[in-house]
């Protein structure tokens, strides 16, 4: 099936308002949906008076829906020219998935042919864990990638190694952090973070908002936005 030619609204229809359309700072916003910035991005406000994860500025970017959703939001964050729509959204992921899927399975030094990629991932045993769970075997990983099906997160370290970010996971119906149950030393690194929203099985990318319109979504080791959800991943470690 060939990608659309014109990419759909990503704005949610749970958002929407009885509102007349507003103008702000010279920025249009069209029921509370804020649909005109330096790149084009589409976002709404989570300003939550309740839930463990709240910092001030803290937006939801909505971003394709469809079963890459995890790859959009990731793009959306660290790559300018899927940002600021220069290119065809839906074939561009395509191409990225494929590219992922031979990357799986190649070495990770030609010259030294003694290890894949996929043979580091979960510090080195997801081959053995795929003896219990079919799903993240290599052949399957593989299949998935290369089809329609949708991307999980199985495929959160992978992602994570090969664009060299930290992706944090919040959960929009807990507004908590989404832990993973892997081993978080395999997830989080001393390198650059990336947020993204869970709902409903769709990733969004979670970015924050400064007075002066500027939007960040990818955030050091030391932001206190990054410090206060390692602070919430520890204490919920703690619980389990």
Same mark, same amino acid.
């Given at each position: ?151 999980? /997160?199985?495929?959160?370290?992978? #992602?994570?190694?090969? +664009? !060299? $970010? @930290?992706?944090?996971? *919040?959960?929009?119906?807990? =507004? ?32 924050? /908002?400064?007075?002066?319109?500027? #939007?960040?979504?990818? +955030? !050091? $080791? @030391?932001?206190?936005? *990054?410090?206060?959800?390692? =602070? ?9």
């Amino acid at each position: 099936m060939n990608p659309p030619s014109e990419l759909p609204p990503t704005y949610d229809e749970e958002f929407r308002k009885k509102e007349p359309n507003k103008v702000y700072a010279n920025k249009i916003y069209i029921n509370n949906i804020n649909i005109m910035n330096e790149c084009g991005l589409k976002w709404i406000s989570l300003n939550w008076t309740d839930g463990y994860i709240k910092y001030p500025g803290m937006i939801k970017i909505n971003v394709i829906k469809d079963e890459s959703s995890l790859l959009h939001a990731v793009m959306t964050s660290i790559y300018d020219v899927y940002k600021n729509n220069k290119i065809n959204k839906c074939k561009f992921i395509q191409e990225l998935r494929n590219n992922l899927a031979y990357k799986l399975k190649s070495y990770i030094d030609t010259n030294n042919q003694s290890s894949i990629y996929y043979d580091t991932l979960s510090g080195g045993i997801l081959g053995s864990i795929s003896k219990i769970k079919p799903d993240v075997s290599l052949e399957n990983m593989i299949k998935t990638l290369v089809s329609n099906d949708n991307i999980g /997160i199985i495929y959160n370290e992978f #992602i994570s190694n090969i +664009f !060299n $970010i @930290n992706i944090y996971i *919040i959960d929009y119906d807990k =507004k908590d952090l989404y832990m993973t149950g892997l081993n978080k030393n395999y997830l989080y690194k001393i390198r650059s973070s990336i947020v993204v929203l869970i709902s409903d099985g769709y990733y969004d990318l979670v970015g924050l /908002i400064s007075n002066e319109h500027k #939007i960040k979504t990818k +955030f !050091n $080791i @030391n932001h206190p936005f *990054i410090i206060m959800i390692n =602070k919430r991943m520890r204490e919920l470690s703690k619980k389990n």
